[in-house]
């Protein structure tokens, strides 16, 4: 798949139901995902195809997740592919910005909340700071992890990881702040 900065990639999701029920079901989880994460992404269903498009940071991964992990625990058949994963021996890899991070620090709880903790005894933790503005941003909750990335950009303004993270999600909140006849 080719994608341009003006394109966003697109994940699938081809859906398999067996019967009429999981149909229901499919939609009723889609519906929750879309009220419960945050998302600026496209999300459309035809035919049995999901079509996510979005650039991961804006909801979009946050969202997919959620779904085919309530697709599985349903044991509903599908099949997906996105170009913002990487299947990597045992675990996957999600794509943030320029840089691929491991599925289970994006998604375990544990592990966020250890990173809240770090940053509460230290506010100068730099990697607590930057964990947590990965994760809060694969999530789409785009206030705390700017709040982060910019406690982050404090302790080190030279990282162009951390600028580069800054900047897209800004221009984000930006363009969808901005009136469309203002532009």
Not at 19 to 26: F, Y
Not at 101 to 124: M, T
Request: charged letters at 25%; glycine letters at 6%.
């Amino acid at each position: 798949m080719i994608t341009t900065q003006n394109t966003p990639p697109t994940c699938r999701i081809s859906l398999q139901p067996r019967h009429a029920g999981e149909i229901k079901t499919i939609s009723y989880y889609l519906q929750l995902a879309r009220v419960r994460i945050p998302t600026y992404a496209s999300i459309n269903l035809e035919a049995l195809e999901l079509r996510l498009q979005g650039r991961g940071f804006d909801g979009r991964c946050a969202c997919c997740r959620y779904l085919r992990r309530a697709l599985v625990n349903r044991n509903i058949l599908f099949s997906a592919s996105c170009p913002l994963e990487v299947q990597e021996g045992a675990g996957q890899r999600v794509k943030v910005g320029s840089a691929f991070f491991k599925q289970e620090l994006l998604e375990d709880e544990e592990k966020y909340l250890s990173y809240l903790r770090r940053v509460e005894n230290d506010p100068r933790d730099l990697e607590a700071q930057l964990a947590l503005g990965v994760i809060h941003e694969y999530h789409g909750r785009f206030a705390p992890a700017v709040a982060c990335y910019w406690a982050a950009r404090e302790l080190d303004p030279g990282d162009a990881f951390i600028k580069e993270r800054l900047q897209e999600i800004l221009a984000l909140l930006q363009k969808n702040l901005t009136p469309a006849d203002r532009c």
